[in-house]
């Protein structure tokens, strides 16, 4: 080849042969430790390309397994195409946790493809690093909860969200009516507990709230989570006795299919109030958008519908004056995917956490072009590395398999990337109309 043909070919990016690309394989290792369980997946090419996506946090593998017969010998750089193929196989809650997972792995090989950050495919940039908040585990003494926080802040984060339950006003006599239902109701929803807090259990809510306040002061947002189930008049009240201290939100008073409670709550307070992380696909929206009922909305990326479809539930939202903060509770895959999608997204406010105090998290990738941890002061920078930007760390991934459990019993593949052929063949007719 001349040196002048050689620059011309240069010039184009030739990592690959994007129209023969074909996915010849999937497999799954589920990592996990102290409660959590990280499906995550590898998708297989004809070219030596690997696709990184992950099943949401706590669901089964066995959601995307079941795509894998649906996804065999097709091109992943035709994203929407797939993404229309098995959406229908995806659903609310853990539900939506392979179809997401799929989706990612797409965004990350035709990324890796055409040599492209998976953000390009939600439409480019606006800005080149990503917010992020760190959950915080409650904390009986108020003072010791505020250190807690105090803690995040030193780290560098610019964003804090604490827990505010019912336990604090149960913690006093009187303070919760039908408070012995809190303890039996994990599957109850909300408006049938019976559960009531007094004016007192109140004012035990907002002493340790200021109590916080007091230690981490009103310079850095501070959200609120898990306030129990009771019903909407309740949530009402605590919100506005709570509305002093100005948090950022109150997320998931209610559950977020009763939408008329919602527009209630948002009536009834002065705090912004937040909802989404069980929702499917933008339709999944959309009755809480239409009727103006949330402040922010909170879409985990994992049962959304994936890096694409949260990008156009962003921009729905930015049409209607609502903002997007993304929950995520996974491993460093599904992190860096959530990422990419906030990178492209006008109307994005911060990207949760839940692993800053986990001491391998970091470990389970390598991050490409880039040293140390993927949260560095506060922030995941993404750069313009091919896809997701991450290489997986198969010694730590073996090192760190999640193992049965009484919570949550088997594991399913047990082994790291193990074969799957078992789910090869497609057995099933999908057409969801005649
Ligand atoms: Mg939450």
């Known amino acids: 080849m001349s040196e002048q043909k050689a620059t011309a070919v240069d010039k184009v990016?030739?990592?690959?042969?994007?129209?023969?690309?074909?996915?010849?394989?999937?497999?799954?290792?589920?990592?996990?430790?102290?409660?959590?369980?990280?499906p995550i997946i590898?998708?297989?090419?004809?070219?030596g390309l690997l696709g990184l996506g992950e099943v949401r946090d706590g669901a089964s593998a066995r959601y995307?397994?079941?795509?894998?017969?649906?996804?065999?010998?097709e091109n992943p750089c035709d994203i929407d195409r797939l993404f229309q193929k098995i959406k229908q196989f995806g659903g609310h809650g853990r539900l939506g946790g392979g179809v997401?997972?799929?989706e990612m792995a797409l965004c990350d090989l035709a990324g890796k493809a055409y040599g492209v950050p998976a953000y390009m495919f939600a439409g480019g940039k606006y800005r080149d690093k990503v917010k992020v908040y760190s959950d915080t585990p409650s904390l009986k003494d108020p003072e010791e909860m505020g250190k807690a926080l105090k803690g995040r802040m030193d780290r560098g984060f610019e964003f804090l969200k604490m827990d505010i339950g019912l336990w604090i006003a149960a913690e006093f006599e009187n303070g919760v009516i039908n408070k012995t239902v809190a303890n039996e109701s994990a599957t109850l929803m909300h408006p049938f507990t019976g559960i009531q807090v007094t004016d007192y259990g109140i004012s035990k809510m907002q002493e340790y709230v200021g109590a916080v306040r007091q230690i981490i002061g009103y310079?850095?947002?501070?959200?609120?989570?898990?306030?129990?189930?009771?019903?909407?008049?309740?949530?009402?009240?605590?919100?506005?006795?709570?509305?002093?201290?100005t948090l950022a939100w109150y997320e998931d008073m209610i559950p977020w299919q009763f939408v008329d409670q919602w527009q209630a709550l948002k009536a009834g307070v002065d705090t912004p109030v937040c909802t989404g992380e069980d929702i499917y696909l933008k339709e999944?929206?959309?009755?809480?958008?239409?009727?103006?009922?949330?402040?922010?909305?909170?879409?985990?990326?994992?049962t959304s519908g994936g890096i694409i479809e949260t990008k156009r539930i962003a921009d729905y939202c930015r049409d209607a004056g609502i903002g997007i903060a993304l929950h995520q509770a996974g491993s460093p895959v599904v992190a860096m995917?959530?990422?990419?999608s906030?990178?492209?997204?006008e109307n994005f406010i911060a990207l949760e956490m839940h692993s800053v105090d986990n001491p391998w998290w970091n470990d389970l990738v390598d991050i490409v072009g880039q040293d140390g941890d993927i949260i560095k002061n506060g922030y995941v920078e993404v750069t313009d590395a091919p896809g997701l930007g991450l290489e997986l760390n198969e010694e730590a991934i073996k090192e760190h398999l999640a193992k049965d459990s009484e919570r949550r019993a088997a594991v399913y593949p047990k082994g790291a990337f193990e074969d799957t052929s078992d789910w090869d063949q497609l057995d099933a007719h999908d057409r969801t109309w005649s």
């Open 100 to 102: 997401c997972g799929i």
């Open 64 to 73: 995307a397994l079941m795509l894998k017969s649906r996804l065999l010998n």
């Open 342 to 345: 906030a990178m492209a997204m």
């Open 13 to 38: 990016r030739t990592c690959s042969s994007p129209s023969d690309l074909r996915i010849t394989d999937m497999r799954i290792a589920v990592v996990g430790g102290g409660g959590w369980r990280w």
């Open 219 to 245: 310079e850095i947002p501070l959200a609120s989570d898990h306030f129990g189930h009771m019903g909407v008049e309740n949530a009402i009240r605590i919100g506005k006795a709570l509305d002093q201290f």
């Open 284 to 302: 999944g929206f959309e009755p809480l958008v239409e009727a103006r009922a949330i402040s922010v909305a909170h879409p985990d990326l994992a």
């Open 337 to 340: 995917a959530n990422a990419h």
């Open 42 to 47: 590898k998708l297989e090419t004809n070219q």
